[in-house]
Nanobody, 119 residues
């Protein structure tokens, strides 16, 4: 069973930056093969995928964050990060890390970390 531990959320002013981190712990066969993703859920809205980084290194982003957010992974440390730049109030949400193993149909979710963008 994979557990995901997120950190790095907080309060930031519009135009500011934050970096979220997610560490995968527990029973991992090989983190490098996991597809990882960041999702967010704003109050009263559906959860949406913000960025995905596959085990092969392919990265894609939601249009709303393209050119502002940068996803990365460190397979040696079993971690992924989401660098968020030029944050706007519309980015306010709880951000979740997600891991999809190639050996299981069920993915794993982190507990979420809250990001608030406000002046």
């Amino acid at each position: 069973q994979v557990q995901l531990v997120e950190s790095g959320g907080g309060l930031v002013q519009p135009g500011g930056s934050l970096t979220l981190s997610c560490e995968a712990v527990g029973t991992l066969l090989n983190f490098a093969f996991y597809d990882m993703a960041w999702y967010r859920q704003a109050s009263g809205k559906q959860r949406e995928r913000v960025a995905r980084i596959t085990g092969s290194g392919t990265i894609d982003y939601a249009d709303s964050v393209k050119d502002r957010f940068i996803a990365s992974r460190d397979n040696a440390k079993n971690t992924v990060e989401l660098q968020m730049n030029n944050l706007q109030p519309a980015d306010t949400a709880v951000y979740f890390c997600y891991a999809q193993s190639p050996w299981s149909a069920a993915g794993s979710w982190g507990q979420g970390t809250e990001v608030t963008v406000s002046s």
